[in-house]
């Protein structure tokens, strides 16, 4: 290490940055140094009675609850807010009533104590916090989440997206399965150990198009064999389940392999709530084993949505490029993480 690169670690070494997750469903705080060891990590959730996520109730959560989490994690953290060299929040994207809530909370705490501040997209974030989890360096990734549901790798200085889907969410998806044979949020674990009990395979809408997928045909399909008078006779709610689950995985599984093929990339990362699902994580698995590249699964604690991949995300943007304006901190509910660049990926 140069002398120039040494001060540079120096000075930056010790500061903290205190990163605000605030999407969709998860008002997180995480606070770690700039080296990466994490001090905290503190997630308020809001799961529905019935339906979905509607944002003005998760906003109302969210507003009632922010001070009491940035309090933990702080607490957690044994720091105090004056010790924050760095805020980093979600501005996008998401739930425009609930991302502004992170987006209040943190202009206000930057200019109140003055503190820099970076807007963070909350898809690559989920990409670097597995990056530096799971050490690897340049990975084809399947992020499958809630809200999400993209394959992407980095080319021409941005994480592109190979492949996504049409209509639903793939967590969304199943979760509004569960909902619909009464199973309480969140569904995806309980239809995985459902599905363990299946005897049969039945045959599902299995919609990939180009390098997309379309998860909506294969939803109706599912809830309309629950109706149906063969419904516990030919079938039970086990074969329904993993059916479902078999169709919906092989369709992530092919669109993964082919970005795989076509990008030549030789790590694999999978992550977002649903990386939990060991079936999908089995398939994932077996076809980075065809192709020869390394597969991690991004540990649970920073696969979902937490504050510390944006709070990681905020010190990697602030090293290249320093921090935002206040001007530059409104919301941004529809970006597309493509149209991101990544100063501080050097190819
Ligand atoms: P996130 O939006 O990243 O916080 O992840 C939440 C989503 O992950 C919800 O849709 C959950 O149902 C889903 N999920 C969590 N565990 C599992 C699992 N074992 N199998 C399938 N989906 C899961
Ligand atoms: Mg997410």
Known sequence: MDGHAEDFYMKFNNKICLGIESTAHTFGVGILDF???VYSRINDMFVPDKGGLHPVQVREQH?????KIVRKALSEAGCSMKE?????????????PVLKIGALVSRMLSQLLNIPIVGVNHCVAHIEIGRLMCNVEDPLTLYVSGGNTIVSAFES????????????????????????????????????NIALEAKQYIQLPYVVKGMDLSFSGLFTAAKRMIESKDFGIKYT????????????????????ERALAHTGKTEVLLTGG????????????????????????VPLKFAGDNGVMIGWTGIL??????????????????ERMDKISIPWRDH
Request: proline fraction near 4%.
């Open 157 to 192: 200085n941005r994480y592109q997206i190979f492949g996504e889907t049409l209509d639903l969410p793939i967590g969304n998806m199943i979760d509004s399965f569960a909902r619909f044979v009464n199973l309480a949020h969140p569904g995806g674990p309980k239809i995985e």
């Open 84 to 96: 924050i060299d760095l805020i980093a929040f979600s501005q996008s994207p998401g739930l425009a």
């Open 317 to 334: 943007r602030y090293l290249t490029m320093g921090s935002h304006d206040i001007s530059e901190t409104s919301i941004q509910p529809k």
């Open 63 to 67: 507003l009632a609850n922010f001070m």
């Open 35 to 37: 080296k990466g060891n």
């Open 274 to 297: 649903v990386a939990a699902n060991r079936r999908l994580q089995d398939m994932i698995r077996y076809i980075s084993k065809e192709h020869a590249a390394r597969f991690e699964v």
């Open 237 to 256: 709610l086990s074969d329904v389940a993993y059916s479902l689950q078999e169709t919906a995985f092989s369709m992530l599984t092919e669109v993964t």
